[in-house]
């Protein structure tokens, strides 16, 4: 069965970047795009960008440019996301989920990522 | 950027009532590109919606989704108590998706 399994909670300082991975089993890796949603805590979900993995190529949302960085293993079949520059409005759940075009089915069980000096 | 706007942001109602949740969006969703998802307290969003109206698999019939436009519609007939819980749509039209600030449905 599909499976993506995140990385565990993080606690960052301001300043500092947080790279949180997303593996998947259960599927051909690269025939899906990998997308990340934040949820700051008690918020809505708010779209932090795509990876194709099979070329490596990304789309992030203006507001995320320039802090977001997506990258992916195709050996080992995980998606990465690094968030630079954290600041205290970061911490967030971070989700991996794996796109298609009837929806997004399948996704990670969320990482906890908590800015704090 | 298309902005989605939900309403109302809560509802309160009892089990065996049915609900209808509003999405609005800020310009055309073309292809009717809009989904719908559920989300309980620490879970992950359930798909439950896709392309407006087409529901994904293994959710029950009585979630239903409607609209085109800018203007769509959830609705949940004969809530069950496992229903409670809130609700997001989601636009995938543009290349930047966006989520509307979501509903929360709530035991009257």
């Known amino acids: 069965q599909v499976q993506l399994v995140q990385s565990g909670a993080e606690l960052q300082k301001p300043g500092a970047s947080v790279k949180v991975s997303c593996k998947t089993s259960?599927?051909?890796?690269?025939?899906?795009?990998i997308h990340w949603v934040r949820q700051a805590p008690g918020q809505g979900l708010e779209w932090v960008g795509w990876?194709?993995?099979?070329?490596?190529?990304?789309h992030y949302p203006q507001r995320f440019q320039g802090r977001v960085t997506m990258t992916r293993d195709t050996s080992i079949s995980t998606a990465y996301m690094k968030l630079s520059n954290l600041r205290s409005d970061d911490t967030a759940v971070f989700y991996c989920?794996?796109?298609?075009?009837?929806?997004?089915?399948?996704w990670g069980q969320g990482t906890l990522v908590t800015v704090s000096p | 950027e298309i902005v989605l706007t939900q309403s109302p942001g809560t509802l309160s109602l009892s089990p065996g009532e049915g609900a209808t949740l509003s999405c609005r969006a800020s310009?055309?969703?073309?292809?009717?590109?809009l989904a719908w998802y559920q989300q309980k307290p620490g879970q992950a969003p359930r798909l439950l919606i896709y392309?407006?109206?087409s529901r994904a698999t293994g959710i029950p019939d009585r979630f239903s989704g409607s609209g085109s436009g800018t203007d769509f519609t959830l609705t949940i007939s004969r809530l069950e108590p496992e229903d409670f819980a809130v609700y997001f749509c989601?636009?995938?039209?543009?290349?930047?998706?966006?989520f509307g600030q979501g509903t929360k449905l709530e035991i009257k």
């Open positions: 310009q055309s969703v073309s292809s009717n590109y």
């Open positions: 990876i194709n993995p099979r070329s490596g190529a990304t």
């Open positions: 989920a794996r796109g298609s075009s009837s929806g997004w089915y399948h």
């Open positions: 392309d407006a109206s």
């Open positions: 989601k636009q995938y039209a543009s290349s930047l998706y966006t």
């Open positions: 259960g599927y051909t890796f690269i025939e899906y795009y």
